[in-house]
């Protein structure tokens, strides 16, 4: 039994002294899919909440159907993903992640085309947008599965932190360079340049020359409604990712409920102004590229579990900050500061979650484990959002931040704090390449993209998915 150990498990429990050497150096066609990951984290995030903007400018939509189209695409997308997980666990990956990109890339294509020939209507929109995030989660589960294959343990800490390092990057230059397409070339330009990045995704993945490894055998006995929620079964199973679900509902669902409610703190109690609000989302974006960069080192240096739980409770401290921020540029000062500090943590955070949670689940579940948390993740954020927006309403938007600053540090308690042995590796040949899954919402949880406006907030993703 001891050889099934991961390599994960002994580096965790070395001195934070003793020497290590570096990861295997990862391969070319890990960079190739590295730079084809990050022209679609780019283009996601210059079409992040591209879909409301063009219902509110091209079909003058109210405020209450932009509201249904984020609901109507979570819902509707986390039911018909359900089944789809044991198909995706027993198919090879690559087709699947090609085929996920393909489809999202003609539901969001069909919208300036629609729009051209003056055909386009809400239901279309509602339609894009539920394919959209239901696509998401189907590349999410399997490219999560396909990166286990295809990376050394050792260094499936440092291409998490690539790919992390690309989407907080992409994320802070995508939403300005959105709306001056958006304002030169009209509300349906970052769609266009949304949907061409999936097909450039697509390409990608198809350039890829090592072998793919064989899918897990289905088991014949086991019927489709237990094939389905074998995921959550995992999960809740296994002591420390049962912690680590508890941990992201909670933490990502506070600080995903606290964005609509900072921008009303700090344009109307704080009297900040939209450029200065521009500003406190996107330099904190700094935050998260250094601390994905710092990922990689430290758990070397550390090991992973020592990195998890100190990034894990760090990043909680700095909510708190937000709420006692006073109006004018003091005030702007401190909530930059502090979402900074979040970040930073969030993107060290990030990698090493997907490292534990890859460590501690097999190759017979892993896609379904992928799937289960991020449709457990578009359920159950809605819920915050709504009871965070009440207790906005009823007491105002400081009292309602400080409240969600107390769940974040909550949120702690529930970190894998008990060591758990990690699931025994079905095959030991190392791989060359990797592809990630696309950032669970969260360390901060990105919200599919162009699905609602809040999503443009850099303050909804910080909950790990991947």
């Given at each position: 039994?001891?050889?099934?150990?991961?390599?994960?498990?002994?580096?965790?429990?070395?001195?934070?002294?003793?020497?290590?050497?570096?990861?295997?150096?990862?391969?070319?066609?890990?960079?190739?899919?590295?730079?084809?990951?990050?022209?679609?984290?780019?283009?996601?995030?210059?079409?992040?909440?591209?879909?409301?903007?063009?219902?509110?400018?091209?079909?003058?939509?109210?405020?209450?159907?932009i509201?249904?189209?984020?609901?109507?695409?979570?819902?509707?997308?986390?039911?018909i993903v359900?089944?789809?997980?044991?198909?995706?666990?027993?198919?090879?990956?690559?087709?699947?992640?090609?085929?996920?990109?393909?489809?999202?890339?003609?539901?969001?294509?069909?919208?300036?085309i629609?729009?051209?020939?003056?055909?386009?209507?809400y239901?279309?929109l509602?339609?894009?947008?539920?394919?959209?995030?239901?696509?998401?989660?189907?590349?999410?589960?399997?490219?999560?599965?396909?990166?286990?294959?295809?990376?050394?343990?050792?260094?499936?800490?440092?291409?998490?932190?690539?790919?992390?390092?690309?989407?907080?990057?992409?994320?802070?230059?995508?939403?300005?360079?959105?709306?001056?397409?958006?304002?030169?070339?009209?509300?349906?330009?970052?769609?266009?340049?949304?949907?061409?990045?999936?097909?450039?995704?697509?390409?990608?993945?198809?350039?890829?020359?090592?072998?793919?490894?064989?899918?897990?055998?289905?088991?014949?006995?086991s019927?489709?409604?237990?094939?389905?929620?074998?995921?959550?079964?995992?999960?809740?199973?296994?002591?420390?990712?049962?912690?680590?679900?508890?941990?992201?509902?909670?933490?990502?669902?506070?600080?995903?409920?606290?964005?609509?409610?900072?921008?009303?703190?700090?344009?109307?109690?704080?009297?900040?102004?939209?450029?200065?609000?521009?500003?406190?989302?996107?330099?904190?974006?700094?935050?998260?590229?250094?601390?994905?960069?710092?990922?990689g080192?430290?758990?070397?240096?550390?090991?992973?579990?020592r990195?998890?739980?100190?990034?894990?409770?760090?990043?909680?401290?700095?909510?708190?900050?937000?709420?006692l921020?006073?109006?004018?540029?003091?005030?702007?000062?401190?909530?930059?500061?502090?979402?900074?500090?979040?970040?930073?943590?969030?993107?060290?955070?990030?990698?090493?979650?997907?490292?534990?949670?890859?460590?501690?689940?097999?190759?017979?579940?892993?896609?379904?484990?992928?799937?289960?948390?991020?449709?457990?993740?578009?359920?159950?954020?809605?819920?915050?959002?709504?009871?965070?927006?009440?207790?906005?309403?009823?007491?105002?938007?400081?009292?309602?931040?400080t409240?969600?600053?107390?769940?974040?540090?909550?949120?702690?308690?529930?970190?894998?704090?008990?060591?758990?042995?990690?699931?025994?590796?079905?095959?030991?040949?190392?791989?060359?390449?990797?592809?990630?899954?696309?950032?669970?919402?969260?360390?901060?949880?990105?919200?599919?993209?162009?699905?609602?406006?809040?999503?443009?907030?850099?303050?909804?993703?910080?909950?790990?998915?991947?």
């Amino acid at each position: 039994m001891g050889l099934n150990r991961t390599i994960a498990s002994a580096r965790a429990h070395r001195s934070p002294t003793a020497s290590s050497p570096s990861p295997p150096q990862l391969s070319g066609d890990f960079h190739r899919l590295w730079g084809a990951y990050s022209v679609s984290q780019a283009g996601s995030a210059v079409g992040a909440g591209a879909l409301p903007l063009v219902a509110i400018m091209l079909l003058d939509s109210s405020a209450l159907q932009i509201s249904l189209l984020a609901v109507i695409s979570g819902l509707a997308a986390a039911v018909i993903v359900l089944p789809l997980g044991p198909w995706v666990e027993f198919r090879r990956k690559r087709p699947v992640m090609i085929g996920a990109d393909l489809l999202r890339f003609a539901a969001l294509a069909s919208v300036p085309i629609a729009a051209a020939l003056s055909a386009l209507t809400y239901e279309q929109l509602c339609v894009v947008a539920v394919v959209q995030t239901a696509g998401t989660i189907v590349f999410s589960a399997a490219s999560g599965a396909h990166l286990k294959h295809l990376v050394t343990v050792d260094q499936r800490v440092t291409a998490n932190s690539r790919f992390e390092t690309s989407q907080w990057t992409a994320n802070s230059l995508g939403s300005p360079i959105g709306g001056v397409l958006v304002s030169w070339l009209g509300a349906t330009a970052s769609i266009t340049v949304d949907a061409a990045s999936f097909l450039v995704s697509a390409l990608g993945i198809r350039r890829l020359r090592s072998p793919e490894p064989p899918p897990p055998a289905r088991q014949s006995a086991s019927s489709r409604g237990r094939e389905a929620i074998e995921g959550w079964r995992h999960i809740l199973h296994h002591p420390g990712l049962r912690a680590l679900f508890v941990n992201a509902i909670i933490f990502g669902g506070a600080i995903t409920a606290s964005t609509p409610i900072i921008a009303v703190f700090m344009l109307r109690d704080l009297h900040l102004t939209p450029w200065q609000y521009g500003l406190a989302l996107g330099l904190p974006c700094l935050g998260g590229i250094l601390g994905s960069l710092t990922a990689g080192p430290l758990t070397t240096r550390y090991g992973l579990r020592r990195v998890l739980l100190t990034t894990g409770v760090a990043r909680t401290l700095w909510m708190g900050l937000i709420p006692l921020a006073p109006p004018g540029t003091p005030g702007l000062i401190i909530i930059t500061l502090a979402d900074t500090l979040l970040l930073f943590m969030a993107g060290t955070f990030n990698p090493t979650f997907a490292a534990y949670r890859m460590n501690h689940t097999s190759e017979h579940c892993l896609s379904r484990v992928l799937t289960a948390w991020s449709i457990t993740s578009k359920l159950t954020q809605p819920i915050f959002i709504a009871a965070a927006g009440i207790l906005a309403a009823a007491t105002g938007p400081r009292t309602a931040l400080t409240a969600t600053a107390a769940l974040t540090l909550t949120s702690a308690v529930f970190l894998p704090w008990k060591t758990a042995r990690p699931t025994p590796r079905r095959q030991s040949r190392p791989a060359n390449v990797a592809h990630p899954a696309p950032h669970p919402g969260s360390p901060r949880n990105r919200l599919p993209n162009a699905v609602t406006a809040t999503a443009t907030s850099t303050r909804g993703r910080t909950q790990n998915e991947r």
